[in-house]
């Protein structure tokens, strides 16, 4: 009752274009669950916190580590994110989260990376294990990517999982999802992978279609890594 009470009176402040906004960003509310994952059974609600800790426990059971205590957390969730849809890889996981927009610019280090996107590779290769990295190298990078990316600014990191197959697909979505659920701790702005997006600036936090001009390039699908950059920031004031 109190939802629909909030929906209306949304919409006498609003006006209709919240309807829209709405149904551009999957029906999501700012009063709905800020995570879900896509069960057999239906949509469950989690928390972030919840997500951060699905994500991490699917992860390091992957590599035979100790995983944290998800027995909170509806068993059909962990199965999900372990396991993936029963027909077909793909994403599972979406949050809804506060992308920070009081963030400094940041030069790239000695590694090529900038200091956010180096602290989203260090939580990477600790939660994940060595991996196949790409994207970024000391003195960065000025060509193999489209114009204006993010991986000439040293904000971006691309995490391979090759061959493409069935295999590689479900690895990559434990990543990305890990990389959705923490978002926010780390001020990730978009996961791109096999033929889907994900951004901290969207409404609901919905994976998204991701479109390409060559559709049988594979590296452009994004079916062979997953990209993740961070937040940018603004110059500080001269």
């Known amino acids: 009752m109190l939802c629909l009470i909030g929906l209306v009176a949304a919409v006498v402040v609003f006006g209709p274009r919240i309807f829209n906004d709405l149904l551009e960003w999957g029906g999501r509310t700012p009063w709905s669950p800020q995570c879900t994952v896509e069960t057999a059974d239906g949509e469950v609600g989690l928390t972030l916190d ?17 995983p944290p205590n998800t027995s909170e957390i509806d068993d059909t969730v962990m199965q999900r994110l372990a396991d993936g849809p029963q027909d077909d890889a793909g994403p599972s996981l979406s949050c809804r989260v506060s992308a ?6 940041q ?13 989203v590779h260090e939580q990477l290769t600790e939660v994940f294990g060595d991996l196949g990295v790409g994207g970024f190298a000391p003195g960065g990078v000025d060509h193999g990517h489209q114009d204006g990316s993010t991986h000439y600014d040293g904000r971006a990191i691309d995490i391979f999982f090759r061959p493409v197959s069935e ?4 690895e990559g979505w434990h990543l990305a999802h ?10 990730i702005q978009y996961v791109i992978f096999d033929d889907h997006v994900w951004s901290a600036r969207s409404f609901g936090g919905q994976w998204h279609d991701y479109e390409v001009s060559d559709p049988d390039n594979e590296i452009l699908r994004h079916l062979d890594h997953v990209h993740v950059d961070v937040l940018g920031g603004e110059a500080e004031p001269m």
């Not at 030069?107 to 602290?119: C, F, I, S, Y």
């Open 50 to 66: 919840e997500a951060k800790l699905a994500t991490t426990a699917v992860a390091l059971s992957a590599r035979g580590e100790d």
């Open 100 to 105: 920070a927009d009081d963030l400094i610019q």
């Open 107 to 119: 030069e790239p280090t000695d590694t090529g990376l900038t200091p956010r996107a180096q602290e």
């Open 167 to 170: 295999e590689h697909r479900r």
């Open 178 to 187: 890990w990389l959705v659920a923490h978002a926010e701790q780390l001020d």
